[in-house]
Every structure is written in structure tokens, then in C-alpha cells.
């Protein structure tokens, strides 16, 4: 999919010899199964009820630590999931935003939301996470959630920026041409006409950046929020059940991101069977 | 190793905003965000009232900076890392305060190779005369209060 490379491609000088060089293409729809492949023994099936027969077994065969880890992790599901949730719909309408500011005419849009992308885009999240709590911390006076929130939509809507910009131009621009001879204007062209199909195209990249927020998410127990990884450190810094600890941690978010990624599989097979019914 | 007799308690204590007024006591803060570092004893003890909600930190000194912001009522640190940060370091001075003395008791002593008895005996006599004179108390009272 060559509309969600930009941001391994973005930047640096690519090689671009007339020679047929040999690449390889890694694209972020990695992570989401194939749909088609059915077989029982597929990677995601033994993957995520491998996944879970580990975190059934182990309390089972080991009660001593991990009875009391179970009880005492998932407190942290709810502030992992409100953050993911909360950043990814504030991260959707930042990077619309930005994505539309990045093909906009009007110059100066088009370089506030270019400059957006490109220095948060150049700054890792971890770093936006302590800036936005600490160094902005005096002014803004946000509470750990919210300020974890604010620092992850930001981050993520430079990356969704991309995709939404990426998405839109991936459209013919017949599409648009005739919307305009219609006589339609170019705001309900882009918005009739392009952004429905837009969807279609971005929803697996879209999908995966909101998987991968959800692994990100677990940057923000820096922030002494108690999210999932926090929990588990918490336990194992007094009982010193280090391995036992990010044992449960690991399976749950990868139980997590397994079900999402293929929710997300379902949801692109879905749209792309409605969108053929129109044709 | 052998020890020393201890010549000072680096108990837990409570830092809290000079502008927070009555409080004297932990157990006052209920109700309250009280931070402390993840694995020490200050978070232990903070754990131990259910009423206050516990926030670990990686490092006391953002726990210390969310203090003075005002994102936490307090923060529950041993007595000689928060004399550096509330009587040491200029930009915390004038915000922050230590109430009461160290609550728990985790003494501080001079750890020797063990068995030798000779320089063991040397430092304890010199300990024992430093507490006695006064001297102890009045570098406690210097440097720790």
C-alpha cells in the first residue's frame, strides 16, 4: 500500500536509479491479518489463543505470584483504554485537520500544518510526553491523564496527518475534476466526494496507528498515571516478581492488540465488500 | 559487614507546599494525591493509608516538581533527599516545607569488613562522642530540618 509509507519514506534521500533495484516495501498495514486466510492453525489464531491458554494456564499451575498479579494489574486496563480511546478520537480530527492544512492552496495553512507534521513527526513521543507535562506543566496545569492525552494526540495527529493527506490525493482527481464541472465547490467536492472515499482507503492505516497508540500508551506511566505497565511495575518493585509481572503485562497487551488488529480486518473486509455493491 | 551504632535516622518524611496549611501528619493528606518513588519505602508507606491516593514517580524529583505545580498534596521521601530538594535547592526553598520528623525508622551507620573489630571500635568511639557533645544534633539541625 503505497499510500501509508510516508512516513518510513518520508524523509532522507531515497534512491531513486532508473535500474530496477531490488526493494523491499514495508508497509504499516503489517499488523492486520489477511482476512483470507482461514486455516486453524493461522499465526494470529495460535498467536492470540495461544495468548490466552498462557494467561489462564499460569495462574492455574503457579497460584504463589500470579493470582495476586492478576488482581492487581488490570486496574490499569481502565487508564490504558481511556487514554488510547480518548487520544484517538482527539488524534482523528488533529490529523484531518492537518491533513487537509497539508494540501490546502492557501500557503499559510499549508505551512502551519507542514511545520506541525514535520517537527512532531521529528520528536519522540517520549520526549513530547515529559515536555508537555513538565516543561508546560506550570502553564498548563494539567492533570497526568489529561496531559498524557494531550501529548499522544498531538504526536499521533502528525502521523494520521500524513495518512489523511496521503488518502486524499490517493484519489483520481477525475473524482474532483468531475465534482467541479458538476458545479459543485470545492469544499462540498472534498467533502461529498472525496473524504467518503478517502475513508475507505486510510481505514487500515488509520487502524493500525490507533493499535500502535494503544503499545504507545504504555509510555505514559511515566506521567504516574496507572495504566497497565505502571501496575505491574508497581507490583513487582515491592515483591520483586519482575519476570512473573511483565509476563501478564506482555499478554495483555498482546491479547489486546491481537483482537483490535483483527477487528480492524473485519472492518476493511466489511467496507470493501459495501464498496463494491456500488459499482 | 559489620555496622556502626547508627548516628542518624533517614526516616520517611512528609513535604508538602508551605502554602498548605494544618497539616502535620500523612494521615491528614486522606483523600489527597501524595506522590513518592516506585519501589521505596516512601511508597510503601504511602500504600499503607488506602485513603490517599499513592502516584509513583520514576525519580523523586519530578514527583517533587508536580509538588510545587500543585498536581500532588505531598510527597513521602527519606529526610536526607528531601532536606536537598526543600533546604537546598534554591527554586524548591521558598515553595516547599518538611513536616514533623522522620516517621519510620531507618537509621543510618558505618558499615566495616566484617569482624574488624578495630576500626569498628574506632569509629563508634568517635560517633559516640559526636552524639554526646551535641555536635550530631546541631549538623541534624543544620542540614536535615
Keep these: ?279 | 559487614m559489620d555496622f556502626s551504632i547508627p548516628y542518624v535516622n533517614a526516616g520517611q518524611v512528609l513535604i508538602i507546599r508551605k502554602s498548605t496549611g494544618g497539616v502535620t501528619e500523612l494521615s491528614q493528606l486522606a483523600g489527597k494525591d501524595v506522590g513518592a518513588q516506585i519501589g521505596t519505602t516512601g511508597a510503601i508507606e504511602v500504600a499503607k493509608h488506602p485513603d490517599i491516593r499513592l502516584k509513583t514517580y520514576d525519580e523523586i524529583g519530578l514527583a517533587v516538581d508536580d509538588l510545587v505545580i500543585g498536581r500532588l498534596e505531598g510527597v513521602v521521601v527519606d529526610s536526607p533527599t528531601a532536606a536537598s530538594y526543600v533546604l537546598q535547592n534554591p527554586t524548591y526553598k521558598a515553595k516547599l516545607k518538611i513536616v514533623g520528623a522522620p516517621f519510620t525508622s531507618e537509621y543510618y551507620g558505618v558499615a566495616v569488613k566484617k569482624g574488624d573489630t578495630k576500626d569498628l571500635d574506632l569509629i563508634n568511639k568517635g560517633l559516640e562522642a559526636v552524639i554526646k557533645d551535641g555536635t550530631r544534633d546541631a549538623l541534624i539541625k543544620k542540614w536535615l530540618q
Design chain 1, 1 to 279: 500500500m503505497s499510500l501509508s509509507d510516508s512516513r518510513t519514506n518520508g524523509k532522507g534521500p531515497a534512491p531513486r536509479e532508473a535500474s530496477a533495484a531490488p526493494t523491499i516495501t514495508i508497509t504499516d498495514s503489517a499488523l492486520i491479518p489477511s482476512v483470507g486466510e482461514k486455516s486453524l492453525l493461522s499465526a494470529w489464531n495460535i498467536s492470540f489463543f495461544g495468548a490466552i491458554a498462557i494467561l489462564i494456564l499460569l495462574p492455574v499451575l503457579r497460584p504463589k505470584p500470579f493470582v495476586a498479579i492478576l488482581a492487581f494489574v488490570p486496574d490499569g486496563l481502565v487508564a490504558t483504554f481511556s487514554v488510547t480511546i480518548e487520544s484517538i478520537f482527539f488524534a482523528l480530527i488533529l490529523g484531518l485537520l492537518a491533513g487537509l492544512g497539508r494540501i490546502a492552496r492557501t500557503k499559510v495553512i499549508n505551512r502551519i500544518a507542514t511545520i506541525y507534521v514535520e517537527v512532531i513527526r521529528g520528536i519522540p513521543l517520549l520526549v513530547q510526553l515529559f515536555y508537555i507535562y513538565y516543561a508546560l506543566g506550570p502553564l498548563l496545569h494539567l492533570r497526568g491523564t489529561a496531559s498524557a492525552v494531550a501529548a499522544m494526540s498531538i504526536c499521533y495527529g502528525a502521523y494520521l496527518g500524513e495518512i489523511f493527506r496521503a488518502g486524499i490525493q490517493a484519489i483520481p482527481k477525475g473524482q474532483m475534476e468531475a465534482a467541479l464541472a458538476l458545479g459543485m465547490s470545492r469544499t462540498t467536492a472534498l467533502r461529498r466526494i472525496v473524504l467518503p472515499q478517502t475513508v475507505k482507503v486510510i481505514l487500515p492505516p488509520i487502524g493500525n496507528e490507533a493499535i500502535a497508540l494503544l503499545k504507545d500508551s504504555s509510555l505514559v506511566s511515566i506521567l504516574a498515571v496507572s495504566d497497565l505497565l505502571r501496575r505491574g511495575r508497581e507490583y513487582a518493585s515491592t515483591t520483586f516478581y519482575y519476570l512473573e509481572s511483565f509476563t501478564i503485562v506482555a499478554l495483555i497487551y498482546l491479547i489486546m492488540t491481537l483482537f483490535f488488529s483483527r477487528l480492524v480486518g473485519i472492518m476493511e473486509a466489511h467496507l470493501r465488500y459495501h464498496g463494491r455493491k456500488h459499482h
